[in-house]
């Protein structure tokens, strides 16, 4: 049977005869968007888990900041006692939501922290992935202590990752190797795809520390 | 509808050509994603934000017990205070009792002799060296001792250096005049004494005790607090590390001494501790509107309430003056009596202080002689022959204890000497005796000891001292700020360096959050929090947000706190345990959140062999001190879904230790 007449009759019985094959069509249209939007939304909830858990962060540094002027141990406090306090406050909380991957520059020791749960490596990534900040400190002359948390959020849903990453401003996220992103040499050369996210917290501090 | 093969094979035909219904598996399971995705961002979302909440409960939990506890240290140091000025005014109560009865004793002196002889009270004119004058008390002359142009000062007999102030012990209002003005103070001291220095006993042992009630309830109250504003704060469960041993109270009021000690007095228990006595004669005070407090007098012990046992208050009055002095009285003759006259009584050399108390009278007197048969007053010219109109005599009536001089007026014993001749015979037969009627009928010069100073020159307030004119108003009994048959004294609680370790340590408890028990179900270890907070010195600020130092090294009987301060908790420390206020020497109280892995923070058995974090953690999750309720009596075994993260974290080996 010729090539030509064959065409002929099948087109002719997919239109008049059956519409097997429309909702084939109709998904390899629909799917590629579909799955797009769902993987969005799928990364848009663990930003959102993200923002949440900065904030958690946040106050956690501000609750270690509210203590960290008096010592530890006898003796006056050692300078710097305060940020690294509350470095490894929020880092403890951020923990779950960095990556466990210990040779990022910049990681920190866990040692130290009151209660540390060993064999947890994702220390090193949550204190290469995060910049505290104390913005009102315990021994300032005010009503508060503040801290201020930026997180390089890990965007780990494939595709809509980079999409997020571009879409916000292109000085607050980077991606790849490459980024354009300025705030932490570690989280940029890794390569990983990262969302900054910035919390504050502040906690009443009805004394003075000094 | 009886099934066939063909009928299945054709059903299964139409359901491979009909599409329909496709793409809603795919929006299903899409939708699902999504849905699961939102429950994830809600869990974790409720999670965290119970998780702040619950940290927020325990600081505030801490926060509030801890000052609580505060509160309670500077309700005792408070009451410390009000216990050391009740003492205070006291101790000076009965030194005003003992002062002015015995200056009333020197008034009724001054009274007698003004009565009697009231040339003796006359100060002579102008001075003479190395003599002393009698000065007549009256309303404008606050010169009880004798001492002319100069005011009483307390201690001046002792050396002392207090400010002369004659009034140093007065706090009534006396009206004077009148010659009234020594026996008012007196009356007013003794009202005083008898009416306040009770009413100040009772003071004192109410306060004593207060103290220890306030001691013995700050656990509970502490407990209390934590409990209601953890729960009031959404926790379901509030542990608090007990504290209740360090603040036990005896039956004896003795406290437990790890902590806190009672002032026992430095192990006397017939004394107060020298710190509470001290307090307010360093500071001003009301009384005397001064800076500086003033001092108890040098005879007086501060710690023991009364006149010291061997330097009792003593008051020299001179009962004599100038004319005794120099004997410029006219004798019997008409001569005055010079030096020498009464050698041995009167040598300046041998007396430096000059003659024993005494004074000089010249007085006359007639004799009756007696029928040596009747015994009966005769006629002196019808028996003797002797005219009695001149004839001299003593009178025995000058005094009761006439003293050495006794010998002067005995006319049988000096009736050759006394009498006139002739009348020594009848004399010595005991017939010549002094007429009790006699009237003045020439002069004779003689010495006559003081009847109030019985001839020692001095009168002396020793309740314990062997003088024979002691001013003994109180029934014997010394006059004492404590009633003799009473042992209690006033006991300060006083802090010992240890308690700044009394952390408030509390752990709040909830269940974890989750959406279902199979889609997102909470996780198995619930939600814990922890928060510590401790005690420390406030240095008060205007603003109200006051600095609030804690202890950052503890060594014996010191403390340093965390602004470089260093207290002293010993118990001559004006600072242990008194309120430091207007600048006293003292200490107020604060409240402050600390960290957690601190060596300091928790009391008891980890201090010397470290790791005290590590098992206070311990003790702290896994005793039996969680409450659920505010009104709870005693705690409760830890919330069984706390069990699993017991497990997990392994309070004691996960907390920090210290080698401290």
């Not at chain 1, 990534?125 to 900040?133: E, M, P």
């Not at chain 2, 003005?181 to 005083?192: T, V």
């Not at chain 2, 118990?571 to 601190?598: C, N, W």
């Amino acid at each position: 049977m010729r090539l030509v007449p064959r065409l002929r009759a099948a087109a002719k019985r997919m239109h008049d005869e059956q519409e097997s094959g429309v909702a084939m069509t109709e998904f390899a249209i629909a799917f590629p968007l579909q799955f797009f939007v769902t993987l969005a939304v799928m990364q848009f909830s663990l930003i959102l888990v993200g923002h949440v858990m900065v904030q958690q962060a946040a106050f956690a540094g501000a609750r270690a900041v509210l203590v960290a002027d008096v010592p530890l141990q006898a003796g006056n406090a050692s300078p710097g006692a305060e940020d690294a306090a509350a470095k490894r406050a929020a880092c403890f909380v951020l923990n779950p939501i960095a990556t466990p991957d210990s040779s990022l520059q910049g990681g920190g020791s866990a040692a130290g922290d009151a209660i540390h749960v060993s064999g947890d490596d994702r220390q090193n990534g949550a204190y290469a992935l995060t910049r505290v900040t104390v913005s009102c400190r315990s021994s300032d002359d005010q009503n508060y202590v503040g801290v201020y948390v930026e997180h390089d959020f890990l965007l780990v849903i494939p595709v809509v990752n980079h999409w997020f990453a571009k879409l916000a401003n292109p000085g607050e996220f980077w991606y790849g190797p490459t980024g354009n992103g300025a705030y932490n040499s570690a989280s940029q050369n890794s390569g990983l795809t990262c969302l900054t996210l910035r919390k504050s917290a502040f906690l009443p501090k009805p004394w003075r520390g000094q | 509808m009886k099934i066939t093969v063909e009928g299945l094979v054709r059903a299964a035909r139409r359901a491979h050509e009909d599409e329909e219904g496709s793409s809603m598996v795919f929006g299903a399971i899409t939708l699902f994603t999504l849905a699961l995705f939102t429950l994830m961002v809600y869990v974790v979302g409720i999670n965290s934000s119970a998780r702040l909440q619950n940290q927020s409960a325990a600081d505030s939990a801490a926060y509030s017990g801890a000052l609580v506890q505060a509160e309670a240290m500077e309700s005792i140091a408070f009451l410390n205070d009000g216990m050391a000025y009740v003492y205070y005014a006291e101790l000076r109560y009965t030194i005003d009792m003992i002062v002015y009865s015995t200056l009333q004793l020197f008034h009724q002196h001054d009274d007698w002799v003004n009565q009697y002889y009231p040339n003796r009270t006359e100060p002579d004119a102008g001075p003479s060296p190395g003599t002393a004058m009698e000065i007549s008390v009256g309303p404008q002359l606050n010169n009880p001792g004798g001492r002319a142009g100069q005011n009483y000062s307390p201690g001046l007999e002792h050396g002392g250096n207090e400010p002369p102030d004659y009034s140093f012990v007065e706090m009534g209002q006396t009206q004077g005049g009148n010659g009234t003005l020594f026996e008012e103070r007196y009356a007013y001291a003794k009202q005083r004494y008898d009416q306040l220095v009770p009413r100040g006993r009772q003071w004192l042992k109410d306060i004593h005790w207060a103290e220890r009630i306030i001691l013995a309830a700050t656990p509970a109250m502490v407990r209390k607090a934590c409990v209601t504003v953890g729960l009031a704060n959404g926790a379901e469960a509030v542990a608090v590390f007990p504290l209740d041993q360090y603040y036990r109270v005896n039956n004896d009021g003795s406290v437990n001494t790890d902590a806190f000690e009672d002032g026992s007095g430095q192990g006397n228990q017939q004394f107060v501790d020298a710190a509470l006595a001290q307090r307010y004669q360093t500071r001003g005070n009301p009384i005397d509107q001064q800076q500086q407090g003033q001092k108890v007098p040098g005879w007086f012990d501060d710690r023991s309430g009364q006149a010291k046992a061997n330097q009792g208050y003593e008051q020299t009055r001179l009962c004599w003056n100038k004319r005794d002095w120099d004997h410029t009285e006219q004798q019997s003759n008409g001569q005055a009596p010079g030096p020498g006259v009464y050698d041995g009584q009167h040598d300046v050399a041998a007396d430096p202080y000059g003659p024993s108390g005494h004074w000089h009278v010249i007085h006359t007197h007639l004799i009756d002689l007696l029928d040596p048969i009747t015994y009966s007053v005769v006629d002196v010219e019808d028996w003797y022959g002797i005219s009695p109109s001149n004839q001299l005599a003593h009178d025995y009536g000058h005094g009761t204890m006439d003293g050495p001089d006794a010998g002067q007026h005995d006319p049988v014993a000096n009736s050759q000497t006394e009498l006139p001749a002739g009348l020594d015979q009848y004399a010595q037969q005991g017939l010549v005796v002094l007429d009790p009627a006699g009237n003045a009928n020439g002069e004779h010069h003689m010495a006559q000891t003081c009847p109030t100073c019985a001839g020692q020159g001095t009168v002396t307030h020793k309740e314990q001292g062997p003088d024979g004119a002691e001013a003994m108003f109180n029934n014997g009994q010394p006059f004492s700020v404590f009633d003799p048959n009473d042992q209690f004294r006033p006991r300060p609680i006083r802090m010992k360096a240890a308690a700044f370790r009394l952390g408030v340590c509390v752990a709040t408890f909830r269940t974890a959050e989750g959406f279902d028990a199979t889609i997102f179900p909470a996780n198995d270890f619930g939600n814990l929090a922890i928060a510590c907070a401790q005690i420390g010195v406030r240095d008060p600020r205007q603003d109200g947000r006051d600095v609030v130092a804690v202890a950052t090294n503890i060594q014996g009987t010191q403390a340093q706190l965390t602004n470089g301060r260093t207290v002293n908790l010993d118990t001559t420390s004006q600072e242990d345990l008194y309120f430091g206020d207007q600048g006293a020497p003292g200490l107020r109280f604060g409240a402050r959140l600390v960290p957690v892995a601190r060596e300091l923070t928790w009391p008891g058995t980890g201090a010397s062999s470290g790791g005290a974090a590590g098992q206070g953690l311990q003790t702290l999750i896994n005793g039996n001190d969680w409450y659920t309720s505010p009104t709870a009596q005693s705690g409760t075994s830890p919330p069984a879904a706390l069990s699993n993260l017991q497990n997990f974290i392994n309070p004691a080996a996960s907390a920090k230790s210290f080698p401290q």
